[in-house]
Nanobody, 128 residues
């Protein structure tokens, strides 16, 4: 069974950068959608970014232009976060879907119930 492990979280001042990684053990991420979601204290979990099988990417409006998702290897997906704001403080989760077609849709990649495996989460804290 595929397991996902996130790494790279930490504490940074506003304007700083962090790079999160999601590694899949026992399987590949190259033939499905991999997404990043986050949950801030007292709030629901929300979509951040996703990468589809073709390499196409999707972003939440709140992070567009600041965050970049990439698939580095067949079993590793990263999230480069620049110009961090205090509002970015949250636990960040990576998740994968079942095997998908080459192209996905925005409705598909933003729907949390499409993802069948989640990581344990990594804390990102941005101080203002």
């Amino acid at each position: 069974q595929v397991q996902l492990v996130e790494s790279g979280g930490g504490s940074v001042p506003a304007g700083g950068s962090l790079r999160l990684s999601c590694a899949a053990s026992g399987g590949t991420l190259s033939d499905r959608v991999t997404g990043w979601f986050r949950q801030a204290p007292g709030k629901g979990r929300e979509f951040v970014a996703a990468i589809e099988r073709s390499g196409g990417t999707y972003y939440a409006d709140s992070v567009k232009g600041r965050f970049t998702i990439s698939r580095d290897y067949a079993n590793t997906v990263s999230l480069q976060m620049n110009s961090l704001k205090a509002d970015d403080t949250a636990v960040y989760y990576c998740a994968k879907t079942r095997r998908t077609a080459f192209y996905a849709t925005r409705d598909y990649v933003t729907a949390q119930n499409m993802y069948d495996t989640w990581g344990q989460g990594t804390q990102v804290t941005v101080s203002s």
